[in-house]
């Protein structure tokens, strides 16, 4: 299965700042996923991110508060922008080559703003 | 819309014991399901992935099971260790054919030395 590295594995900022998160994979995969994970919940999808396109994001996450960037097919970044306490979660990257194949993800990044 | 239903939240067994987790589903027209496994503060590992076809799906001493027309599946693990505690997952398709999914909230299971 694919190796997939996510930069940073942590961080710590302060409100009104912008993170941008990595999402590097060992192999190149057709698809590629932005999850957040809010504390004591589950997953929840934030956007596809589409190679050479524009992501295509999920209801209630919008294209200015989430930029996703995926220039070929083995790596993309997620940015948090304009961060407030709300958006500590685990942001978490995942691949999937096709539908039949598993789904894999990285170890996430763990977000906490103050 | 589909949803994802994980019985019980929460477990706790002695080492040894065998246990079942539970995953429902309110769509039945999965392609197929997938178990993932969650440790404090890390990211998620794949564990087993049934197709649609299949009834069930083993890798050493985890089981997994689906019904899909009753909307349900089920992980079976032999033999607990206390290296088996973590959260485990149950994620299904949104839709149709769609490739993203929808995950439950997880089982947090506790294996007692």
């Known amino acids: 299965s694919a190796v997939i590295s996510q930069k940073p594995s942590r961080d710590i900022c302060q409100r009104g700042t912008s993170l941008t998160i990595q999402c590097q994979v060992d192999?190149?995969?057709?698809?590629m996923f932005w999850y957040r994970q809010q504390p004591g919940q589950s997953l929840t999808l934030i956007a596809t991110?589409?190679?050479?396109?524009?992501?295509?994001?999920e209801s209630g996450f919008v294209i200015d508060k989430f930029p996703i960037s995926r220039p070929n097919l083995t790596f993309s970044t997620l940015t948090v922008s304009n961060m407030s306490p709300e958006d500590s979660s685990i942001y978490l990257c995942?691949?999937?080559?096709?539908?039949?194949?598993?789904?894999?993800f990285g170890d996430g990044t763990r977000l906490s703003i103050l | 819309k589909q949803e994802v239903t994980q019985i019980p939240a929460a477990l706790s067994v002695p080492e040894g014991e065998n246990l079942v987790l539970n995953c429902s589903f309110t769509d039945s027209a999965i392609y197929n399901l997938q178990w993932f496994r969650q440790d404090p503060g890390k990211g998620l590992t794949s564990l087993l992935l049934?197709?649609?076809?299949?009834r069930e799906q083993t890798s050493g001493r985890l089981n997994a099971s689906l019904d899909k027309s009753s909307g349900r599946s089920t992980l079976y693990i032999a033999a607990s260790q206390p290296g088996d505690s973590a959260t485990y997952l149950c994620a299904v398709p949104t839709q149709g054919g769609s490739e993203k999914l929808v995950f439950g909230k997880g089982t947090k299971l506790t294996v007692n030395p």
């Open positions: 995942s691949v999937r080559d096709t539908r039949n194949q598993p789904q894999h």
């Open positions: 049934i197709q649609s076809s299949q």
């Open positions: 991110a589409n190679q050479g396109s524009e992501a295509t994001y």
């Open positions: 192999s190149q995969v057709t698809m």
